[in-house]
């Protein structure tokens, strides 16, 4: 049996700065409104919103090679920059930290820093509030309410990715093959659901 959601919150901001524990309410926030919109579980969601960040701060060079031994597959860009593998170390400890948990929760959780094509409803749920929640200040109140606008997670996704692709190459960060993958395939109409 998992552990109620409140006692996941308990658990989570024992876990985390402030900081991030205010930004993974507002992702739970987020993740209920779109959820009760798309007809999904919205204890689901919130379950996997609170949870998305729980590892952030704890990837080393060490956590690429322990992701791998836990079955889950490690992407390249993941394997340069370990602090992206905090999705993935999050979905290996989902289930000893929450009392067993559905395998799209950690799918969700494991896919919600790169996206992915595999990642699910709830995957898409948690990607759109983790960019787009009302702490996050790198978009504005228009932007916010541009994607909340799209009629689809699909396209909200879509349009997430191309606000994101300028600052990527203003950094010089070059878009990991499963998040171009990813957006490839919703272009071509594929559905997450
Ligand atoms: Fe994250
Ligand atoms: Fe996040």
């Known amino acids: ?15 985390l700065p402030e900081r991030r524990f ?19 579980s919205v204890l689901d969601a919130s379950s996997i919103g609170i949870y998305h ?16 031994s836990k079955g889950i597959e490690v992407f390249p860009e993941e394997e340069n920059d370990p602090m992206l593998l905090h999705g993935a170390l999050a979905a290996a400890h ?11 929760w950690k ?14 409803p709830y995957g898409a749920v948690v990607y759109i ?12 109140d228009d932007q916010r309410n ?5 009629g689809t997670l699909e396209e909200m996704i ?3 990715m191309d606000m994101q692709r300028p600052y990527f190459q203003s950094k010089g960060i070059r878009e990991a093959g499963v998040s171009v993958e990813l957006y490839e395939f919703l272009k071509a109409g594929g559905r997450l659901g």
Do not use: N, W
């Open 1 to 15: 049996m998992s552990m109620i959601y409140t006692e996941l919150e308990a658990f989570v901001r024992a876990r």
């Open 94 to 104: 989902f289930d000893e930290d929450a009392g067993g948990v559905p395998g799209f």
């Open 53 to 68: 960040d729980a590892y952030r701060y704890d990837c080393d060079d060490s956590t690429a090679s322990y992701c791998r």
């Open 129 to 140: 509030a983790d960019y787009a929640e009302k702490g996050r200040r790198h978009l504005c």
């Open 22 to 40: 205010q930004h993974s309410l507002g992702v739970v926030e987020m993740s209920r409104s779109l959820a009760g919109r798309f007809g999904l």
């Open 107 to 120: 799918t969700a959780v494991r896919h919600h820093t790169l996206g992915h094509r595999d990642m699910g």
């Open 158 to 160: 879509i349009m997430i």
């Open 146 to 150: 541009a994607i909340l606008s799209c």
